[in-house]
């Protein structure tokens, strides 16, 4: 399924991951956390927001935004996981914008933002970081090469006095914000630069996006 805002997921009391990304292609990585997160911190759905495109990611070799946005759909095979263009339809470009227009709309629903290791590493390059920490829940899933490195990242330290122990995962989507888990878990090695590479997905490879 695929809306803008899918109002079926946002029933009062709602707990819902929100996984921004380029999605340059959707690949099984995306699910794997995705049911990850799901199980571990009790969600009721995964939102996939597909970016039209991230301010710290170059444009060269990007597929366009509806074959990203078809690739998110093929991919979730989820009841679940709902792929939303909400940015596009927002016109917004940072996750700090996007996320102050959900949690102003929909104050009685709880937002959670998930985010990679390697992702967890670059926070502080994000527009308005400290406003996004302030604004929902954030947990952290493990990625190959980066989980140990996030752990003790600028970020992290700078919000130790925030985060959660790994066994209080199922507290996290009612926690007020600054919340943040470091969850484990199997890690994925997939990667979207790989598969582009490997198959020539979209048109000139670029740098990885992360997830």
């Not at 102050?100 to 994000?126: C, S, Y």
Request: with cysteine; aromatic share 6%; hydrophobic share 40%.
């Amino acid at each position: 399924m695929s809306e803008g805002m899918p109002e079926e997921t946002l029933r009062p009391g709602s707990k819902i991951g929100l996984l921004g990304g380029s999605f340059n292609p959707a690949h099984e990585g995306h699910r794997h956390i995705s049911l990850m997160c799901l199980e571990a911190l009790g969600l009721d759905c995964v939102w996939w927001m597909v970016s039209p495109g991230n301010p710290l990611k170059p444009q060269e070799g990007m597929a366009p935004f509806d074959e990203r946005l078809n690739s998110a759909r093929e991919m979730a095979r989820d009841p679940r996981i709902v792929v939303s263009d909400i940015e596009a339809r927002l016109g917004t470009r940072y996750t700090a914008d996007t996320l102050a227009a959900l949690t102003k709309r929909h104050p009685e629903v709880h937002f959670i933002w998930l985010m990679g290791a390697d992702n967890m590493l670059q926070l502080p390059q994000w527009r308005n970081w400290r406003a996004i920490a302030e604004m929902v829940p954030i947990a952290v899933y493990p990625r190959p090469g980066y989980t140990e490195k996030a752990l003790n990242s600028p970020a992290a330290t700078e919000l130790a006095q925030a985060i959660l122990n790994p066994d209080e995962a199922k507290r996290l989507p009612l926690a007020a914000p600054p919340a943040l888990i470091f969850l484990s878990g199997p890690e994925n090695p997939l990667s979207a630069t790989e598969i582009r590479e490997r198959s020539g997905w979209g048109t000139t490879p670029k740098q990885d996006d992360a997830g």
